[in-house]
C-alpha cells in the first residue's frame, strides 16, 4: 500500500505575480521595460519548471541589491508548451520580490501599462494556481 504525505506550508508567499498579454518578443519587452522603469533586464538561464525537464521557459531578470528588489520575466510559451496550461491566453508572467510592493504596486502598473507593446496587464491571483512551481526558480547563489 502506498503512502502518500502532503506538506502544507503556512508560510506567506514572499514575491507577487503579473500577468501580461503582449505580441512583443521577451528581448523586445525588456528593453522598452528597461527605458521606461529604469531597471536592468538582462537575459537570464532558461526556466525549467521541476514538473518537466524538457520543456523551457525564456526569462529575463532585473535585480537592485542595494534595494533587495528583484523581478523575473518568465514566457507562459515555449515550443514544448505553457508554463501555466490554464492560462493559455496569457504571455508572461512578471514575478516581483519587493519589499515596498503594497506602497509601490499602482504606480509600478501604471507605468507598465502605458508601454505601447502590453496590451493588457494585471495582478496574477496566485490562488488560482495549485502550485508555485513554476515561480519557483533554482538558481545558484555565488
Known sequence: MKKR????????VEFSVLAINSHAKGYKLCWEM???LKVNFIKNKYHKPEETTEVEFSRFTSED?????????????????QLLPKFKNIDYFLKIQNPF???????FIGKLSKIPEILLIFEFDLDSISSLNPFI????KN
Request: aromatic residues 10%.
Open 101 to 107: 510592493w503594497e506602497k509601490e504596486k499602482e504606480e
Open 34 to 36: 528597461n527605458n521606461r
Open 137 to 140: 526558480f533554482h538558481d545558484k
Open 5 to 12: 504525505f502532503t506538506l502544507d506550508c503556512a508560510g506567506e
Open 65 to 81: 541589491k542595494d534595494l533587495e528588489i528583484h523581478h523575473d520575466l518568465i514566457a507562459n510559451y515555449s515550443k514544448g508548451g
